[in-house]
Every structure is written in C-alpha cells, then in structure tokens.
C-alpha cells in the first residue's frame, strides 16, 4: 500500500540508525565548511621538523611525510572529496531518472534504444570506466564529476525505468491517460512522485559510492593534482609511508568511513522507513 | 453424537491478533464438529473471523501476531490447543490437510510438483524419495490431472490455476486426513473451473470419508456443496444452520441481509445493500457486532446475544435478540 | 437500433507479443481480441462477460485507445477513435471515461482527494482556482462520500469507498460512456450491493452508458440491458441479458450459466471434474475456440471459425449448431 | 548445454561490439588532444605529430576503427606504447591471478554471507539481526582500499601473520593460498555485505510466502521449511546481486591487488596509467568489459539452474 510522505518521515524518525547517520554526515559536512576556520593549519605548509610526527598536541593526527598537519589536510580534502561527491551524484540522478522515466513511459524503440546503451555502460566495471575517464579527460575536479555521474547515470537510468514499468502495471497510469492528461504531466506529476522513495534511497547509497570512487582515484594517483588534499590523495600519501607511521593512513581512511557509515546508514534507514513491507 | 462418529469438534474458540499494543478478539466463542463426509461451511465477509477460525484448527497462526486465547480443538481425541508443538506437526499434514484460496502462490515455484505432493508422505509415513514419487503419481491421479506420471517433474508454473488447485488438493490429501480445510478454494479460479475443482472434493469426500471445512465468502457455493452453514460477522458465529433450513428461512438479521445483497443470475429480484461498513477491529460495539448496520437495532442490542434455537428447530440456532424464539 | 450507436466496436484485433525462454528468449504471441464486434447505444447498459483470458479487460483498454488497436475500428459517435488527432482524441476523453477493478490501484497514492478530483477539472478547463473546490464537494456528494474526504488520502479508505472515489473521478468529466473495469469484484457482497446500486443512480439521473465488464453473471444480469460473452478473444454470443441467460443458445455460455452457482440448495450447479485444462490464450484451438470442450462438437467445429451470425433480433451467436 | 551457451555467445555478439565501439570512440572522440594528455603540454609539435603516427590517430576515423576491430577479432589488443611488448600476452601472464582472487572472494561472499543471511532473517530484529546489519553495513562502506590497508595494519604489520606483500614467490600451492588469504577477505567482505543483505531480505519475503504456509500445513520441521523450501527461492535473487556487483567487484579487485601488491589487471592498470600508456589501457579496458559481458553470461545460465521458471516457460 502506498501511504502519505508523513507516516514515511514519522517512522524514520524511529529509526535509531537513521538518525545517526544524518548526525555522522552532517557533522562530516559542517566541518568541511568550516574548515577555513577551523583547520589548525594551511593544508600545505611543509613543517620540516614535523615530518612523520606522530600525533600529539600540535598535529592532533600527526603529521605525513612533507610535515604537513594531517587533520588541516582531512579537513581541507572534505570540501573536494564531498563537492564532487555531491555534484556528481545529482548530475547522475537528474540525467539517469529523466532518461529512465521517459525510456520506461514510452516504451518501443527509444525503450529498447535506451536499454542497449545502458548494458554497455554497465558492461564496464564502474571503477574502470572512471578511471578511464580521467585518464582520457584529464585529472580537475569538472572532469572527476563528469566521469562519476556517467558512472552512475546507467544506475538510475535502470531503476527508474524498471519503476516506472511497474508504475504503468498500476491503474492508475491508464487512469490519468483517460482522463486526457499530458505524457508530461503523467511522467513527472504522477509517476516520478511515486518513486521518488526509492530514488532518493538509491541516491544516497550511490553518494556514498560516488565519494568512494573519487577517494578511490585519487588513491591511484587520478584527482586533482598535488598538493592539493583530496582524502584518497592523503590515504595514498600515508600508505606510501605505511611501515613508519601507520597512523598516516589510519585517520584519513576513518574520516572516508564516517561519511561511508553515515551515507549508507541514512540509505538503509530510509529504505527501512519507506518499506511499506517494514512497516509491520 | 458419540466422538466416535467426530472427526473434527471446535469447543469454544477464542483467536486474537495484536494491533498496536493490544490483543483483539478476531474469533469469539466459536464451537462446532464435523462427522466424516460431512461439509461445513463457515460463510461471512472479510474480517469476520472465518479464515483466522481455518488458520486457528490448522495451527498456522503467524506467531507473535495472532494466538489462541482459549478454547479445545479435538482431532482423534487429541486437543491441539493444549498439545505441545511436536504434537501439533506430526498432525498436520497427516490427521488434517489444507488447500488455500491462492493455488499460484501456494505451491513451491522452485521445486518439482510430485515431489511437493510427496514430501507430507516422506515425513509422516516414513516414504522414500522413490516411493513418495510411486504414490505421488498415484494422488496426482487420484484428482484427474491429465498425464500424471509425465507431470511428476514439472514445476507450479507450467499448470494452470484449476490445475494448481487440484495438484493442493493430491498434496493436502496425500497423507489421507479425516479433516480437509478448504480456505476459499475457488474464489481466484472461473467459475467452470470453480466447477471442477467443487465436484472434485465432493467426489474424493465421497472416497475417502473426509470431513471438509469449507471457508466461502460465496452463498451460491454453500447452497451448492454444504451440509450446514455457519455465518459469521465480526468474529461472533452469528447463525448456524442445516443448508436447506438456512436458505428457506434465514433469520439472522445480517444472513438475511447478505442473502438480499447479493445479485442472482436467475431472477430479476432487486438488490438491498447492507448500509455502511464492517466496523474496524478496535472500533467494535460492545453488544452485538451488527447493531451498528441493523435495521432491527432495539436497546437489548448493547449486550451480546446467546446463540439460541430459531423456528423450533433445534439445529438451527442464531444470535440474535429480536429474531430468537420468545 | 434506428439511431446511430454510441460506440461501435468492428472486428477489433489486438495481439500481445512477449519474449520469453532460457537461454534464448522465444517470440510468443497471444491474441486477445480475435475479431470483436459489438455496439452501445446512447444511454444503454452492455455486459461483457467471460473468464480470466477471454480479452473481456483488453477491449475496454484498447477502446479507450490506452493501447494500440491491431486492426478494425472503434468508432465513438460517428469519429474513429483510433485515428483520432491528439486534439480530437483529448476531447473524446471528456466523453469516455474508466472505473476499475482494483480502486487501490487507480488511485495516486500520493494525492489527496482533492487533487484527485480537482485535477481533471483544472486541466481540462472545467473549473478553476476557487471554483474546484465547491465541484469537487458536488461530485462527493453526488457517489455518497463525506466532504470531510477532501484532504484525506486514498489509503484512509476502505475499498468501497474508493471505489466511490473512482466513480467521481471518472464522472468529474461528465463523460457519456464509462467503461467499468470489474468494478465490483473485488468488494465483499454487501458493499457490491452499495455500488451498484450507486452506478444504477448514475446511470438513471446522467442517462450514462456503460460497458461493464465482468466475470460474474449475477451481477451482469442485475446491471446490464445487453450481454456480450466471449471466449478467448472472441465474441461468441450477444442479446438482451435476461433472454441470454434464460436461454443461452451458444454452449459456453450454457455451461457458464450452469457452473455459477446460485444461492438455492434445490439448484445444483452442473459439476464436472473430468474436464482437463482449458485451452491456453497462448495457442487456441483451431475452428471454434471452444471445441474441445464442447460435448456437441463436430469435425467442422474444429476446422472451421463458425461466424458470428443474426438468429433471433438483437441475438447473435457465433456456433454452428445453433 | 553447450548449444546454449554458444547461442546464448552469439547473442552477446551484438553488446560485445558496442562495448567495443564505446571503448574506441571513448580514446579518440573525447575533447582535447590525447597527445597532450600523454606528453604534457610543453611537447614539441614533432613529437606529438610521432606519437601520433604510433598511436594510429593521424588516419582518418574510419580506418582506425577499421583497424582497431580487425584487430581484436585476430586477438590483438595491439602493443604496449611503454614496453612495445604484445598487450595480450601482459594480460594473459596477469589474468590468471585476479581470476583466482575474484572466484576466492566470491566463494568468501557465499559461505559467510548465505548462512548469515538464513540466520538473520531467522531471527528477525534479535541478535543475529543485528549482527548481519553490522557486518554488512561495513562491508558496504569500506572502501576496498581503506580495509586493505586496514587489514595490512593489522594482520601484516602488527600481527605479522601474513605477508606484507601477497605476491606468491613460488607456484607452492601452500604459498598460493597463504598469499591469497588477505586479499580475498578485503575483496570477500563486500561481497558478504550485499549476499548478506539479498539472502536475509529474500529469506524474510520467502518465509511469508504463501507455499511456507503450505509447507508448514505438510506439518514439516521449522528447519525442513527453512532450508528445502524458502531458501532455494532465495537463488534466484543472490545470483540477480552476484551479477549485478560483478562490475563493482572487478573494480574492487583491482585496488585490492595494488594494495597487496599483487600482480594482476589492477596492477597493470596502474602501471598503464603512470606511463600514460594509451594502448595498454585501452586493451585492459577491453578486457575487463569482456570479462564483464562473460560473468553476464554466466549469470543468465545460472538463473536456468536457479529457477525453473525461466528454463521451462
């Protein structure tokens, strides 16, 4: 049974996991926000006499091997790691979901047109295809969003056409087109409302792999350029360094995991409060 | 009647179901026995207790959402109300076999047909996989599926639905019960196939002796196959009646009312609805459930009514205060 | 009939194809409506009967044009619904209109009533801003719902009362044909009574014409002024619904009549267990459709499609043995 | 059998060819000139213009692709531009190796994620429900790399178990697997995650299915029901994920062997990728979209011994 957005949003709000999950990722984003003011250093000020400095009381979290204070520079990699997160998220929802709802409405050859094209996006392991991407682009943050939102455009194109596929089995499509409504109209005023549930779902667990295949390339070495910090950039720097300070790679590597638990606390919870199945 | 001649007898039943935080009655005080080649038929609309009654004697309440709160349910002289839980399985299946309203859903989509009919004969006889097979083929004959011994490794879906029901029908049976629970048999099948699978338990009830527990919501299949009736509304067993006393003389406000409700194909009669609606589980009158949609409502209504003897006949029994013998 | 018919409905053809198979996906076709013909006049009440695969739900649609025709015409007051042009199609859906079976279905969840009903009258220009409200109230009043339905959503209803929630919707356009989908069969008895009871009312105060489709004779038979009955895809009998039932002349049609079962002990219905499965939509019989069921059948049934020919006015049967 | 899958090969043909043709126009249709991605922008025009001729650019379009299909249907993936070694036999020396870690970790994902999924959904909301939640909520939001690392802290630098390098210095069978323990668990934990998560939903959806209670009504054993009737149906959907994260998987292989410094795709992948090795990549990129479309394969046919119902419509 479907049922109104209010019970949906009352039953999150019982979600324990939910909630911590809103907590984890908003604090995840203040601090990236804030990190201007916040941060106890320029990201990229080399201390010489902190190279490899375990943390103590100056550098919280230590410092890598140039001495750059590893806190500043998680701090100051949020802003990208999650910018690019985000940006190419929405980018590959809004193109995926447009194309998915109209390829599955309409069906016939545009249907099947679509469905082709999705299988070979989706015959190239998404971290490959990424990663080619910026190879072939090059690395800036414009191209690291473009590469990841055509990652994940297939995805939403395959979900919100199997949606609405369904949503047409329901009355109630053949009832708004007896009743001389619009395909416009139909599409984005009937149908996309009814899966916006699972879109949004869907949407924050591939934010979550959004941030990850960023991180993951800039772990390969395929980001934005150095010195800028990235998350992945720092993991690399300190698992380059991984037998002299552990550390390095440890902290970074948990602030990636922070906003992974979050994002995908907040995606099982909701998945959870818009189940009409775990309702009872 | 002597037990003997009992082969399913239903004292006092009491269901409940958890909504919110508490236990509500959904079956109230419901008591009857069924001899061997006899059908009873518990008739009433959704939500009137039939089918919770059905799951109830089957012992297939979901747990932690429904219970038994009292009552004795006897099968070969054991109570499976008070039985442990062992008990009750080495019963079911083998003293008491069910077919449901669902024939596409009810049958294993993954699993060989003969096999599912099998199975209850490994477990409560002993059977090997090859002589449930042999018997399975046999059952699978036994209600006229075409080419039986071909069909033993098919699977649910490659049947059709009057199919499917007569394949439930060989499963609930293989065991050869004393009691068949038929929960809505029919209802998702056309009405010729409703007409085969009706004919089918009538003949195979006639073979085996079987007593048969019909749960319709369909009038015109009780008058067709049953021997006695019982209606219920809001889980109260409202009337109970031999078939022809029921359909000569309905005295129960709401039988009646359902009787002129319900469009007939050989006559031209006009239609009475029965105004508004079951009231919700947690929203019931405390007196007689039906007070709230009955024309005949007096103020003795706020109490519930004994189930009483109606028109001299002692077998036919109603609960109602305005229609009872004074 | 001396005017012009309503709607009128010539060897309508409508083929669905799938692809299925493991490891390579096979075409399959099922032909669901092999050649249907019939006809409704202004304000007249047609029943279309028959089981589950007959094609009885897929004329409706395929009339409605929310589904491509295969071939033959429907024609809605003398213009062709399947060639219509998008304006012309936009106002024809003014005229016809759809009730279905399962009201949980054909409603947005995500709408309340009033949007429900307000949004045929806005978008067609009926009513707009202040004025949808007070129609919206007239139209829940009109299928006996409280005005205190308005901002509710449609799972706060029980099943009849969305179904009433249908009705309006398919009357906020003040359509002169509604073609009602089982409209009926999923409620329990009594509430079946209150709506069709309700679609008689409408049917009297709007002089609707409806084509009511169903599987149950009763309910037909209390509704309908005509009954069309088909078999796999096919119409094998039509008439007036009481000579029809009283005297079916084609043998399906006999056989269903005898297999509903009808609330009075002294009237057994004609139970046949021997019977194998009926034929599958999938690949019909060849000749009549209805031939291996048949216990009249000739070889010439099963060679030959007997038509669908005139016997008595207003009765047309499709057998050869009639 | 073989019927089908050589059918059911052929009927790939058609996707193989648009992968190919994506991977094609995806190095030359791009924007900018990929000379300047690979000699930076401070080249000599004559040297862009040599690299050029190599690369096969400075023929028209069509005869590139001409050329590049030819190619692949001969089993060339053409030379390396670092190493002008043939690119097939680079793969084939490698391939071997990120098979063995991506079957290990997929035998990883059944064994501990379908029995944890049964148990979970057992016993809905106790505690082994809450324990699967756990498990497979970090097995969804370690990133490969993080837990590798992780995992290398911890059993290879503070514990010393295992090497720090999982690279096998012999073909001993001992040394093979010892090597392959670290890397199939980082790579295993993923796919615990999402074959926990499948089996326990679909184990919940079975066990209120209408034949459990038919089950139940045969009078068999909570234990019978759970195992021959629901869990079969539970196939169908964990083969759906298997196939589904086959993808994310391979990628996941990927930085798990340039973690462990294993020698695999991943780790030519990166070497392709520092030497701004254009052929080389192009040809892994082939490669692992075939191994995709194959794993697809693979997928349907399994769903043929999985569910009766797409076998026998």
Redesign the interface.
């Known amino acids: 049974m479907t049922q109104t957005p209010n019970t949906a949003a009352r039953r999150a709000m019982r979600t324990p996991g939910l909630l911590l999950g809103v907590v984890l990722t908003v604090a995840m984003i203040a601090a990236a926000l804030a990190a201007p003011w916040i941060a106890p250093f320029d990201p990229n000020e080399q201390d010489v006499l902190a190279i490899l400095a375990a943390p103590d009381a100056t550098h919280l979290l230590g410092a890598d091997a140039f001495g750059r204070d590893v806190l500043s520079r998680i701090l100051w990699g949020a802003r990208i790691s999650l910018y690019v997160g985000f940006l190419s998220t929405l980018a590959g929802v809004v193109a995926g979901t447009t194309v998915g709802v109209v390829a599955g409405y309409y069906g016939g050859l545009v249907d099947r047109i679509v469905v082709a094209a999705t299988d070979v996006l989706l015959s190239f392991p998404q971290l490959i295809m990424g990663l080619l991407l910026v190879a072939v682009l090059g690395a800036s943050i414009g191209n690291l969003v473009l590469a990841i939102a055509v990652t994940a455009a297939p995805a939403f194109i395959r979900m919100a056409r199997g949606s609405t596929l369904a949503m047409r089995e329901r009355d109630f499509v053949d009832a708004c087109r007896s009743l001389g409504y619009s395909d416009l109209r139909i599409m984005f005023f009937h149908i996309l409302p009814n899966i916006l549930d699972e879109l949004v779902v869907m949407a924050s667990l591939w934010l979550a792999s959004a941030i990850r295949t960023e991180s993951t390339l800039a772990f390969i070495g395929l980001s934005v350029p150095p010195p800028t910090a990235t998350w992945g950039g720092i993991v690399r720097d300190g698992f380059d360094n991984l037998l002299d300070g552990p550390w390095l790679a440890l902290f970074p590597s948990l602030a990636i995991l922070v906003v992974m638990i979050g994002l995908n606390l907040i995606g099982d919870g909701l998945r959870d409060a818009t189940d009409p199945k775990g309702a009872q | 009647m002597t037990d003997a001649d009992i082969a399913l007898r239903v004292e006092g039943l009491n269901t409940q179901i958890h909504v919110g935080s508490d236990w509500h009655d959904v079956v109230r005080d419901v008591s009857f026995s069924i001899r061997p080649r006899e059908t009873l038929a518990l008739v009433g609309?959704?939500g009137c207790g039939k089918s919770m009654t059905a799951l109830s004697v089957?012992g297939?309440l979901p747990p932690k959402v429904a219970r038994i709160g009292a009552g004795r349910i006897v099968v070969d002289g054991i109570d499976l109300v008070a039985a442990d839980e062992a008990t009750?399985?080495?019963?079911?299946?083998?003293r008491l076999?069910?077919i449901?309203q669902?024939p596409m859903?009810?049958?294993?989509?993954?699993?060989?047909i003969g096999f599912?009919v099998g199975?209850?004969l490994m477990?409560?006889r002993g059977l090997s996989r090859r002589q449930a097979r042999q018997k399975a083929r046999e059952l699978l004959e036994l209600v006229?599926v075409?080419a039986a011994a071909e069909r033993l490794d098919?699977?649910p879906?490659?049947?059709?639905?009057?199919?499917r029901q007569r394949v439930?029908i060989a499963?609930?049976l293989?065991c050869s019960p004393k009691v068949l629970i038929a929960d809505e048999p029919t209802t998702a099948l056309?009405?010729?196939?409703?007409?085969?699978?009706?004919?089918?338990i009538?003949?195979l009830q006639e073979k085996e002796g079987l007593a048969v527990l019909l749960i319709t919501?369909?009038?015109?299949?009780?008058?067709?196959v049953a021997d006695r009736v019982i209606v219920m509304y809001g889980g109260d067993v409202v009337e109970s009646a031999p078939?022809?006393a029921f359909?000569a003389r309905p005295t129960h406000p709401y039988s009646e009312?359902?009787?002129a409700?319900?469009?007939?194909?050989?006559s031209?009669g006009g239609?009475?609805?029965?105004?508004g609606?079951?009231p919700t589980l947690t929203a019931m009158p405390k007196g007689c459930r039906f007070a709230t949609r009955c024309a005949l409502r007096t103020d003795a209504c706020a109490e519930l009514p004994p189930l009483a003897p109606v028109g001299g006949d002692p077998e036919h029994v109603a609960r109602c205060w305005v229609r009872r013998d004074s | 009939m001396s005017e012009a018919p309503l709607l009128l409905v010539q060897d309508l053809k409508k083929t669905f194809v799938a692809h299925r198979g493991w490891p390579i996906p096979k075409r399959t076709e099922v032909r669901a409506l092999d050649g249907v013909s019939f006809e409704v006049g202004r304000g007249e009440v047609l029943g279309v009967v028959g089981e589950s695969g007959c094609g009885k739900s897929t004329v409706a649609r395929v009339a409605l044009r929310l589904q491509p025709s295969d071939g033959g015409s429907v024609t809605f007051d003398g213009a062709d619904v399947h060639m219509a042009s998008r304006r012309e199609m936009r106002a024809m859906r003014r005229r016809m209109q759809m009730i279905f079976q399962d009201p949980a279905s054909s409603l947005d969840g995500r709408q309340r009533i009033i949007d429900a009903l307000g949004e045929p009258l806005r978008v067609h220009g009926i009513a707009r801003g202040a004025a949808v409200r007070p129609a919206v109230e007239r139209l829940l009043d009109e299928v006996g719902l409280p005005r205190t339905a308005l901002d509710r959503y449609p799972h706060e209803f029980s099943g009849g009362q969305r179904q009433r929630i249908g009705i309006a919707r398919a009357l906020s356009l003040s359509p002169d044909l509604i073609f009602a989908d089982e409209p009926v069969s999923a409620l329990d008895v009594s509430v079946q009574a209150q709506i069709l009871m309700l679609l008689e009312r409408l049917r009297r105060d709007r002089g609707l014409a409806f084509v009511f489709i169903s599987h149950d004779l009763g309910v037909v038979r209390h509704f309908c002024d005509r009954v069309v009955v088909m078999y796999l895809g096919r119409v094998v009998e039509s008439g007036p619904t009481a000579q029809v039932f009283a005297e079916p002349l084609h043998p399906y049609t006999r056989l269903l009549k005898e297999s509903s079962p009808e609330p009075d002990p002294t009237r057994t219905i004609t139970m046949n267990f021997q019977e194998g499965e009926p034929p599958s939509p999938v690949s019909p019989p060849t000749g009549c459709h209805f031939h291996p069921r048949c216990r009249l059948a000739t070889e010439r049934c099963r060679t030959e499609r007997p038509a669908l020919r005139d016997l008595s006015p207003g009765r047309t049967v499709s057998c050869h043995l009639a | 059998m073989i019927r089908f899958v050589i059918k059911r090969l052929l009927l790939a043909i058609p996707t193989l060819w648009a992968v190919l043709t994506t991977v094609f126009l995806l190095v030359r249709v791009v924007p900018g000139d990929p000379t300047i991605v690979i000699l930076g922008d401070q080249a000599s025009a004559a040297a862009r213009a040599e690299l050029r001729e190599k690369l096969g650019l400075a023929k028209p379009i069509l005869a590139q692709y001409v050329d590049f299909m030819g190619q692949i249907l001969t089993g060339d993936l053409g030379r390396s531009l670092a190493t002008n070694r043939p690119i097939v036999d680079d793969v084939a020396a490698v391939l071997p190796y990120t098979i063995e870690l991506t079957i290990a970790s997929l035998i990883v994902g059944a064994v501990i994620g379908i029995p944890l999924g049964v148990w979970a959904a057992q016993s809905r909301d106790g505690f082994a429900d809450w324990f699967a939640r756990l498990f497979s909520l970090a097995g969804v939001s370690f990133p490969a790399f993080v837990s590798a690392i992780l995992l290398l802290i911890v059993f290879a630098v503070e514990l010393r178990w295992f090497p720090v390098i999982s690279a096998p210095r012999t073909d001993a069978l001992s040394e093979r697997l010892a090597a392959l323990v670290l890397p199939s668990l980082n790579l295993g934990l993923l796919m615990v995650a999402y074959v926990t998560r499948v089996t326990r939903s679909g184990m919940l959806k079975a066990l209120g299915e209408d034949y459990t209670r038919t089950a139940r009504s045969k009078g068999l054993a909570q234990r019978t029901i759970v195992w021959r009737h629901a869990f079969p149906n539970v196939l169908v959907p964990v083969v759906t994920v298997v196939g589904l994260y086959l993808g994310v998987l391979i990628g996941n292989a990927v930085l798990t062997e340039i973690v462990f410094n294993r020698p695999g795709i991943g780790k030519l992948i990166v070497t392709a990728l520092n030497q701004r090795d254009y052929t080389l990549l192009q040809g892994l990129m082939v490669v692992s979209a075939f191994a995709i479309v194959v794993a697809n394969i693979l997928t349907d046919l399994t769903y043929g011994l999985v569910d009766p119902r797409v076998k026998t419509p």
């Open positions: 609309e959704s089957m297939l009750r399985e080495n019963m079911r299946g083998d076999g069910m449901f669902e859903t009810s049958l294993n989509p993954v699993l060989p599912q199975e209850a477990r409560h006229r075409p098919a699977y879906h490659q049947f059709s639905g009057g199919m439930m499963l609930a293989a056309d009405v010729t196939i409703q007409a085969q699978v009706l004919a089918l009538a003949d919501h369909n009038l015109g299949v009780v008058a067709s078939v022809g359909f009312a359902l009787l409700a319900m469009p007939r194909v050989d031209d239609l009475e609805p029965i105004p609606q079951v």
